[in-house]
Each structure stands twice: as structure tokens, then as C-alpha cells.
């Protein structure tokens, strides 16, 4: 049973590009949650999503960041006109349910804005 | 909301010596307390928790941590430290009806000298 996979590992983007992030959560895993992880910081969380819904998006930014959860394929975060700012690690994490003692982390997603 | 403070950002110990982690959270009610571990390009695994019960949590890679309500602290110790220990920690809560939404303490640093 494959972990939680996300790609890319390292994803270079200009200012004003569009990045998209993956993330497949383990099997049979329908939660999904999106943190960030800023230089010399904690994570901090994004979003949470249960297939097709967003449950709870009180830590994403107001403009230019989206998620989703299709019913089939990965979750995406989605980052539009990327801005220096926004290089940091973005970590997946999934559970089977809505419980902390079932989330698993994902080795994340290094995004650097040139 | 809970926050959760980690005092120290780097702390150096010697191998064998001990060591102790220190965690500070702030929430209103008996929360659910987890310590994780990140090595340099990974992401995020998960040492121990406390949801309720003893106060003393063993868990992987010889840690523990002793959750004390007076003190609102959850620190993490292990009584001989080795060098493969060396990684960034962090303490994170959960509420009972935040599903995984966890916030996450800064982080400490741990180096290790031989």
C-alpha cells in the first residue's frame, strides 16, 4: 500500500506562472488536507477536502489559490500568478476518516518562484 | 483557536546524552497532542500522540512524551539520543471537532554531535 504521493518534488515556477500541485492520497483514503510549510516555519493549514467537496478552506489565501478532490484522480492545488511569496513546501496529508490518529503526510511539494 | 509554542528553534545534544523537547499549546479543552518528525526533504511522520488516557505516550524510535495539563505542556524526551536522530521536530494539536485540521508549533531543530 503506497503512501501518500505527491508530485512534483521540486517545482520551479516565474512570477506570474501557474502552479499545480498533486496529490494522491493512500487507498482507500477519501480526506484530504492541504498545509503550507514557509521557510524556518511550521506547517500551517490550507484546506480540507472530502471527495468533491471542500469541507473546510479557512486557511487558504483569499485570491489566486483553489483546490479540488474529483471523484476520480488526485487532489490538485492549484496556484495562480505565482509570486514570491508563495515558494514554500506544500504538504498533502490523508485519512480514512476524520480523525487525527489516521492522517498520513506526503513528502510534500517544494515550490521556488524565480 | 489553539496555538502551540515550541521554545527552543535549535537545540544540540550529544549522542547518548538526553534529550527534551519542549511543547507549550493553548486550547480550551483536553486537546489531541502529536509529535512528528521531518527529515531534511521528507515529510512529516509521526512519533506519538495523546488523545486521552495515560499521560505518559511511548512511541516510535525509543521517544516518549508526558502530557501535563497543569503545565499545558506535552514535551518530548528520549533518554539516549543517537545520531540518526538529528532531524526538525514538531509538536502539533488537534481540536476534538477540527476532523485533522492541526496546528503546528515552529519546530526545533536537532543537531547531534558525535
Known amino acids: 500500500n503506497a503512501g501518500v504521493m505527491q508530485n512534483p518534488r521540486h517545482l520551479v515556477r516565474r512570477r506570474g506562472q501557474e502552479a499545480r500541485l498533486r496529490c494522491s492520497p493512500m487507498k482507500g483514503h477519501s480526506h484530504v488536507y492541504w498545509y503550507r510549510q514557509l521557510p524556518e516555519e511550521g506547517l500551517k493549514f490550507m484546506v480540507y477536502?472530502?471527495?468533491?467537496?471542500?469541507?473546510?478552506e479557512s486557511g487558504m489565501p483569499k485570491e489566486r489559490f483553489s483546490a479540488e478532490f474529483p471523484k476520480e484522480g488526485p487532489s490538485i492545488l492549484r496556484i495562480q500568478q505565482v509570486v514570491r511569496g508563495d515558494s514554500a513546501a506544500y504538504f498533502c496529508?490523508?485519512?480514512?476518516?476524520?480523525?487525527?490518529?489516521?492522517?498520513?503526510f506526503g513528502s510534500g511539494t517544494q515550490l521556488s518562484v524565480l | 483557536a489553539q496555538s502551540v509554542t515550541q521554545p527552543d528553534i535549535h537545540i544540540t545534544v550529544s549522542e547518548g546524552a538526553s534529550l527534551e523537547l519542549r511543547c507549550n499549546y493553548s486550547?480550551?479543552?483536553?486537546?489531541?497532542l502529536f509529535w512528528y518528525v521531518q527529515s531534511p526533504g521528507q515529510g512529516l511522520q509521526l512519533l506519538l500522540k495523546y488523545f486521552s488516557g495515560d499521560t505518559l505516550v511511548q512511541g516510535i524510535k525509543g521517544f516518549e512524551a508526558e502530557f501535563k495539563r497543569s503545565q499545558s505542556s506535552f514535551n518530548l524526551r528520549k533518554p539516549s539520543v543517537h545520531w540518526s536522530d538529528a532531524a526538525e521536530y514538531f509538536c502539533a494539536v488537534g481540536a476534538h471537532n477540527a476532523g485533522n485540521m492541526l496546528t503546528f508549533g515552529g519546530g526545533t531543530r536537532l543537531m547531534v554531535k558525535p
Open positions: 486550547y480550551g479543552a483536553t486537546p489531541y
Open positions: 496529508a490523508s485519512s480514512p476518516i476524520a480523525m487525527n490518529e489516521k492522517l498520513f
Open positions: 477536502l472530502q471527495k468533491e467537496n471542500i469541507i473546510d
